[in-house]
């Protein structure tokens, strides 16, 4: 069936790297655009990346730009993120999810079950 | 806060019809499709809505939802106590290259 599965999150001192991996199965991977989502504990969703289906474009929130890279081995159907320099302020759960195939932006159609990042000393 | 402004709370009575709003700007939802989201605690969300009112396959057509300008909205009808989550509206933003999401909106079934 259609799945993402994040890996990678963990507990990580400031200042610290993390990369995140989503795996694609039962779809054609190299057909969708693909983001990161989080989720701090209790509060809502914030876009973190966007990147292409061809991986030619590519989009970071303001609040990571700089300090993470969104990237993808259509190949292999995987999705990574590449965090650097982390902060306390990046703790959070972190979704990987498909742009829906010919939807607009922002339509999210699929979901992984998420990976908790921790940032703390 | 978040770009897309929503009441952070709703509440109805099953049977009931319930709407929760979504307000942007024309760099969002002025100029770009809403899709709304459901989220069960401890759950990743689900797509709902998307281009303003499409619901994908699946999605019982007791939701709908519709934009005006810059706010768009999201009703339930014939309303459930499984319908009792957290709802984001989100878009892209062109002033800011990315999905925006709204705070969202807890929806209490009494």
């Known amino acids: 069936q259609v799945q993402l599965v994040e890996s990678g999150g963990g507990l990580v001192k400031p200042g610290g790297s993390l990369r995140l991996s989503c795996a694609a199965s039962?779809?054609?991977?190299?057909?969708?655009?693909m983001n990161w989502i989080r989720q701090a504990p209790g509060k809502g969703l914030e876009w973190v990346s966007y990147i292409s289906s061809t991986g030619t474009t590519i989009y970071h929130a303001d609040s990571v730009k700089g300090r993470f890279t969104i990237s993808r081995d259509n190949a292999k159907k995987s999705l990574i993120l590449q965090m650097n320099s982390l902060r306390a302020d990046d703790t959070a759960v972190y979704y990987c999810?498909?742009?829906?195939?010919?939807?607009?932006?922002?339509?999210?159609?699929?979901w992984g079950q998420g990976t908790m990042v921790t940032v703390s000393s | 806060q978040s770009v897309l402004t929503q009441p952070p709370s709703a509440s109805g009575t099953p049977g009931q019809r319930v709407t929760m709003s979504c307000s942007g700007s024309s760099s969002n939802i002025g100029s770009y499709s809403v899709n709304w989201f459901q989220q069960f605690p401890g759950t990743a969300p689900k797509l709902l809505i998307h281009s303003n009112s499409q619901r994908p396959s699946g999605i019982p057509d007791r939701f709908s939802a519709s934009t005006s300008g810059t706010s768009a909205s999201l009703a339930i009808s014939g309303l459930q106590s499984e319908d009792e989550s957290d709802y984001y509206c989100?878009?892209?933003?062109?002033?800011?290259?990315?999905?925006?999401f709204g705070g969202g909106t807890k929806l209490t079934v009494l």
């Open positions: 999810a498909r742009g829906g195939y010919q939807l607009p932006r922002g339509a999210f159609d699929i």
């Open positions: 989100a878009a892209w933003d062109d002033s800011l290259n990315g999905v925006v």
């Open positions: 039962g779809f054609t991977f190299s057909d969708n655009n």
